[in-house]
Every structure is written in C-alpha cells, then in structure tokens.
Nanobody, 120 residues
Framework: QVHLVESGGGLAQPGGSLTLSCTAS????????LGWYRQAPGKERELVAQ???????NYADSVKGRFTISRDSAKTTVYLQMNSLKPEDTAVYYC??????????????WGQGTQVTVSS
C-alpha cells in the first residue's frame, strides 16, 4: 500500500506565492514519477508539473515561468513552489505518483487534494 500525503495550499492574493508538498510512503519499490494535477470547478483535471525518475520535468504551459517543481534527495517528497499566482490558478491540487510496489506491480496513486484559492 502506498500513500501520498499533501500539505500546503490555502488562500493567496493575486501575485502572491504558495508552496505545496507531497510525501510518498508505504510499500515503494520505485517511483517512476511524482507530480501535481489540478481541477477547477467545472473543468477536467489537468497536469500542472511532474518530475520523473531521471529528473526530467514537465510543466503545463499555463504555469511555466511561475511554478517550480522540485524533490528531496530521497526522491519521495515533491514540492510545488507557486509564484505570481493568478485567479485562474484557483483549483484543488492533487499530488500524483506512478509507483512500483514491487518489480512488476505499479499503480497511479493520488493524494486527497488541497485547495488553492487565489483572490483579492
């Protein structure tokens, strides 16, 4: 069993900053990728940023230059530094991990979600 536990989020003013963190724990053999998705009301869930096992990083075009994803040395915690926040960044942010529990078994895991609201 693998768990993703998120922290951070909350309310920020436009132009402000917030930091999200997510830690993977449990029966982890290998983490293929960790990242963040978000879902705004009435919209589909979308990828925000992701870092893979080799250190490669992908960002949604809408957050490039404003958001930075990073991870700790153990590669089990991922951070999302969100700067220059806009009202359109308002959404529930979900941590996501593609994780092998053993040499053959992998699944996509999700955190419980954390609300980010950008408003004056």
């Amino acid at each position: 069993q693998v768990h993703l536990v998120e922290s951070g989020g909350g309310l920020a003013q436009p132009g402000g900053s917030l930091t999200l963190s997510c830690t993977a724990s449990g029966s982890i053999f290998r983490i293929v990728a960790l990242g963040w998705y978000r879902q705004a009301p009435g919209k589909e869930r979308e990828l925000v940023a992701q870092v893979n096992d080799g250190g490669g990083i992908n960002y949604a075009d809408s957050v490039k230059g404003r958001f930075t994803i990073s991870r700790d040395s153990a590669k089990t915690t991922v951070y999302l530094q969100m700067n220059s926040l806009k009202p359109e960044d308002t959404a529930v942010y979900y941590c996501n991990g593609y994780i092998y529990e053993d040499i053959r078994t992998w699944n996509a895991y999700w955190g419980q979600g954390t609300q980010v609201t950008v408003s004056s």
